[in-house]
């Protein structure tokens, strides 16, 4: 609390201390910005992301159709489009 205390009154009553917390504080944030995101970001990738994708493909459901013996990736729709398919298309 002290230390608090201390640096809030020099930021207040001098401009280039003030400046140099400023400066420092926005290095200190930075910093634990860019280790934080890493963190974070790799717990989510190896506690949901690739559980999720190794049980997808442990199924093995080719939806990219990958593995068929065709020659063409298109599939045939006879669908009858109406006024009312294009009103809301999302």
Same mark, same amino acid.
């Given at each position: 609390?002290?230390?608090?205390l201390?640096i809030?009154?020099?930021?207040?009553?001098? $401009?280039?201390?003030?400046?140099? /917390?400023t400066w %420092?504080?926005?290095?200190? !944030?930075a910093? /634990?910005g860019?280790?934080n995101s890493? !963190?974070i970001?790799?717990? /989510?990738?190896a506690?949901?992301l690739?559980?999720?994708a190794?049980?997808?493909?442990?199924?093995?459901?080719?939806?990219?159709?990958?593995? +068929?013996?065709?020659? $063409? %990736?298109?599939?045939?729709?006879?669908?009858l489009y $109406? +006024?009312k398919?294009?009103?809301?298309?999302?």
């Amino acid at each position: 609390m002290w230390t608090s205390l201390i640096i809030g009154l020099l930021g207040l009553f001098s $401009t280039f201390a003030a400046e140099w /917390i400023t400066w %420092a504080w926005g290095r200190l !944030v930075a910093a /634990i910005g860019y280790i934080n995101s890493r !963190v974070i970001l790799g717990i /989510i990738f190896a506690f949901i992301l690739f559980p999720i994708a190794l049980l997808y493909r442990l199924r093995n459901k080719d939806t990219l159709r990958l593995k +068929k013996q065709s020659n $063409t %990736a298109f599939t045939e729709k006879n669908h009858l489009y $109406t +006024k009312k398919d294009l009103e809301n298309p999302w």
